[in-house]
């Protein structure tokens, strides 16, 4: 969902950002960054393009695995085609499970949020679902009538509802403001006469009342820096998509789409239902992230992926909202069996509805030699103190070995490197990587630029990837040993923003390795590892 800049007529917040993806206006003029060098190109990009001029040349790879557990990947994409996984053992389109693996015509991946009645598009948060369980139980109650040993849900529950209950209403709020200035920006645009007017038309528009001064005020100064179909189309209207969808999907108790699905959402046991529809109702997220990763780099069409010979292996779990853990978890598991040795994970969310299940799952993939990559979020918080599921922290006790949690960097070598949007922690995220302003694939074979721990994250399942690639008899623990190790220190302090006031940190301070992970010096590394 798109980061709205709300400051020029409304101060509500902006809540639960949905699928971790936050595209916003900025000014990079290299669509490419993320793979330049800070030396040679003046920008803080993980070196990919040197490595490959420097370190790569003539030297032999092996395909490898890259599951992108998402909302939808577009296969027949002109920049991802020659890259999507095909399971070899699957005959296309006879509605049979030639491999015996459970899974019905998997040829590209599998869709745990669908059936043959469709796919889940928009979905309630985690934080609406556990509300709307224990309304049965404690809607009416209060502390005098629960029992003693029931008395910690109940109090989980009223936390859990008031949390709730100041979201919906912050999204009223921000849905009725953004509604009437999208309607009042689309009466003066109509007058005006132009889809596309200029900031000159808005100059030599006459207002004939406060409403539409106002807009021509405020467009008059968006318009210095932007067009107006810019504008327009990455704030507005993402803006009041937003908040419809919270008020009408994400945050309403009353609204359940798992019944498309046809399974036992509250059976986390339960393996064998979804689809084989990789790309869903609104693949533009995970299409992104998967061009990131290994979008095509020599057919001169888009964009240069990170990993020159990876495979993409579509797994719908995430839908416009949180996602389920039963689905990831049967998401980690499908990847993990059908042979990823990677696996992206562009999604999180604040409450978990069966860690356990996740758990399990995971450890799973580690004994399977898999590396899991996954986004910090977006919510501009610690997460030493604040929560984001799914974690590599075990219930019980540990952790898993082979995941790398990511957060996200801007372009330049200044006090301003650490995304304004994103998480961060000393101890819970490993890495940052060139999240702001990537250029992608989306549905259509078109491109846009989108900003995000999301778009982080698939930088290091890329060279990740790329490492696995050349280096195939490394193991997932050493691929990420090397990736932690050869990152590229950050030396300065950064403006962090709270809720009250803004503080100066180290960049040190915001992750394990206090660094930019980089592609030239994790080979590097990677030779050594193999000697």
């Not at 509500?12 to 971790?20: D, E, F, P, Q």
């Not at 019905?104 to 934080?127: A, C, M, P, R």
């Not at 704030?235 to 019944?259: A, S, T």
Request: net charge neutral; aromatic share 8%; with cysteine.
């Amino acid at each position: 969902m798109n980061k709205i800049n709300k400051n020029f007529f409304c101060s509500s917040g902006m809540g639960v950002v949905l699928l971790a993806a936050m595209p916003f206006m900025s000014f990079a003029q290299k669509p490419n960054w993320q793979n330049l060098d800070l030396k040679a190109d003046s920008t803080f990009g993980i070196s990919t393009e040197k490595a490959y001029n420097e370190l790569l040349k003539g030297k032999k790879s092996v395909p490898v695995i890259v599951a992108v557990l998402d909302g939808g990947v577009e296969a027949v994409h002109e920049d991802l085609k020659p890259i999507v996984w095909v399971n070899k053992k699957e005959k296309a389109g006879n509605g049979k499970d030639d491999d015996k693996n459970g899974y019905i015509d998997d040829i590209h991946g599998w869709n745990f949020i669908g059936s043959s009645k469709g796919s889940v598009n928009y979905e309630t948060l985690e934080l609406t679902r556990l509300v709307r369980r224990d309304n049965a139980k404690f809607a009416n109650a209060d502390a005098t009538s629960v029992k003693a040993n029931e008395l910690p849900a109940f109090e989980a529950y009223q936390k859990n509802k008031a949390e709730l209950d100041q979201e919906l209403a912050e999204a009223k709020t921000g849905y009725e403001r953004f509604g009437g200035i999208k309607n009042a920006i689309d009466a003066v645009v109509k007058k005006i006469g132009k889809e596309n007017p200029t900031r000159e038309d808005f100059q030599a528009f006459k207002p004939e009342n406060d409403m539409e001064t106002n807009i021509q005020r405020i467009m008059l100064a968006q318009l210095k820096n932007s067009s107006f179909d810019d504008f327009y189309k990455t704030q507005i209207v993402p803006g009041y998509d937003h908040y419809k969808n919270q008020v009408e999907y994400n945050l309403n108790v009353d609204y359940d789409p798992r019944g498309i699905v046809g399974d036992d959402p509250n059976n986390s046991k339960e393996r064998f239902y979804g689809n084989n529809d990789i790309a869903g109702p609104d693949a533009r997220h995970g299409s992104h992230v998967a061009g990131i990763i290994g979008a095509v780099r020599n057919n001169d069409l888009g964009i240069k992926g990170v990993a020159d010979n990876v495979v993409i292996m579509g797994v719908r779990c995430t839908p416009n909202g949180d996602e389920r853990d039963k689905d990831v978890a049967n998401a980690i598991r499908y990847a993990a069996d059908n042979g990823a040795k990677v696996i992206n994970m562009s999604f999180g969310k604040g409450f978990s509805w069966d860690k356990a299940i996740v758990d399990e799952a995971v450890k799973y993939a580690v004994a399977k030699d898999v590396l899991l990559v996954h986004a910090a979020g977006n919510d501009n918080k610690d997460l030493e103190v604040e929560n984001n599921f799914p974690n590599p922290d075990y219930i019980g006790g540990g952790k898993a070995s082979s995941w790398i949690t990511v957060g996200a960097s801007s372009w330049t070598n200044d006090g301003k490197i650490k995304a304004n949007f994103s998480n961060y922690g000393k101890t819970k995220v490993d890495v940052f990587a060139p999240g702001v302003d990537i250029n992608s694939s989306v549905p259509g074979s078109k491109y846009e630029k989108l900003s995000g721990t999301s778009m982080a994250s698939p930088v290091v399942a890329g060279l990740a990837g790329l490492i696995r690639s050349y280096y195939p008899k490394l193991t997932a623990v050493q691929v990420k040993d090397i990736i932690m190790k050869s990152v590229v220190k950050v030396g300065q302090s950064v403006e962090v923003k709270t809720e009250t006031d803004t503080k100066t940190i180290p960049f040190a301070d915001l992750c394990v390795t206090g660094g930019i992970v980089n592609a030239y010096d994790a080979l590097k590394l990677a030779a050594e590892y193999k000697k």
